[in-house]
């Protein structure tokens, strides 16, 4: 078997956390399974990743469905449990869900300060032309969630934008969790869970990925517990998985100077002057002008790559239906 993540920044071994958590299942579980830190999310049945190739070929897509066929191989990070905490574990997993996912989402791919750092962070991850294309997905599933959560679209003005309940939420999330953990290493004692795996792909995101707006971050990093038992994890199971860019290393070096008091010169020109900055300008109609060029672009980009590579050819077949012909893969029947 074969596993398919973002390559990892900051130390951790991959920037995504549903990679990071499907990862720390694996170490938990101890599977056999070898990971390529450099997938292609077109690549995926769902257009994200991680995914799983399987030993007969088969693709198999998203957190849950990945852990489902590993537990089906035997391979369980709940295995040693008490019988009690693994009826508890998946109440869990499932407050975590409802209180903290949703504006761990929003904060990464709906906040318009944010935005942006997260789309060029994934698409330096993901090959060109495909990089214009799979960021989006991300955007668009983080729309359906504010829609149904809080009645508001992406694309709306920013005053329109209430995730104060949401914010409330999650930070209470994190308080239960720091309450939970407590002295333990683990938040069922010395052993790791499906619980922590979840837990790591959250705070381990949060507390390294540098936004504009990172509310969440701040609260998390006041829970000094959580940002050691993170720091544990990674430091036990991932010391050899940990990435570092120069890139990155010279930009938090830049933004902990700037924390500290230095500022740009443009910058302060441009309070001085009263003019208001780019990032003020960003209005969601030029949001909305620049996704569509970016789509037509990868759009071009992806079909002329068809071309290319053969998957589509024009026909010479003049007195046939089809202008194009598209040479569809052929799989094989599965029971």
């Not at 499932?94 to 935005?115: A, C, I, T």
């Not at 962070?121 to 799979?134: E, G, M, S, V």
């Amino acid at each position: 078997m074969e596993l398919y993540v973002y390559r990892g920044e900051w130390g951790l071994p991959t920037i995504d956390y549903d990679c990071a958590r499907v990862l720390a299942y694996l170490k938990f579980s101890e599977a056999k399974v070898t990971v390529n830190f450099n997938g292609n999310p077109f690549s995926s049945p769902d257009g994200m990743l991680p995914y799983l190739v399987t030993d007969t070929g088969r693709k198999i897509a998203g957190y849950t469905k990945i852990v489902e066929h590993l537990q089906s191989r035997g391979c369980d990070a709940n295995a040693q449990l008490e019988t009690q905490n693994f009826i508890v574990i998946n109440g869990c997993i499932q407050y975590v869900f409802e209180n903290l996912y949703p504006y761990f989402l929003y904060s990464l791919w709906g906040d318009p300060k944010n935005v942006d750092t997260t789309r060029m962070l994934y698409a330096k991850r993901i090959p060109i032309p495909f990089n214009f294309y799979c960021p989006r997905k991300y955007v668009l599933k983080t729309n359906e969630l504010t829609r149904s959560l809080a009645g508001f679209c992406l694309e709306d003005s920013i005053e329109l934008h209430d995730v104060a309940d949401m914010l409330l939420s999650a930070k209470k999330c994190i308080n239960w969790v720091a309450e939970k953990l407590g002295d333990n290493q683990y938040l069922f004692g010395d052993t790791p869970s499906e619980i922590d795996a979840v837990l790591y792909g959250y705070f381990s995101v949060l507390l390294k990925l540098a936004l504009p707006n990172n509310a969440l971050q701040n609260h998390l990093k006041q829970c000094t517990k959580l940002v050691r038992y993170v720091d544990r994890i990674t430091t036990i199971y991932f010391a050899k998985e940990g990435f570092h860019s120069p890139a990155a290393s010279s930009s938090s070096t830049g933004s902990s100077s700037s924390s500290n008091g230095t500022s740009s010169k443009p910058k302060e020109e441009s309070e001085s002057n009263g003019k208001p900055t780019q990032k003020d300008e960003d209005t969601p109609y030029e949001r909305k002008k620049r996704y569509v060029v970016s789509g037509i672009f990868a759009t071009i980009a992806m079909v002329s790559y068809a071309f290319m590579s053969g998957i589509l050819s024009l026909s010479d077949d003049h007195g046939g239906g089809g202008f194009f012909q598209y040479d569809e893969p052929e799989y094989d029947d599965e029971d």
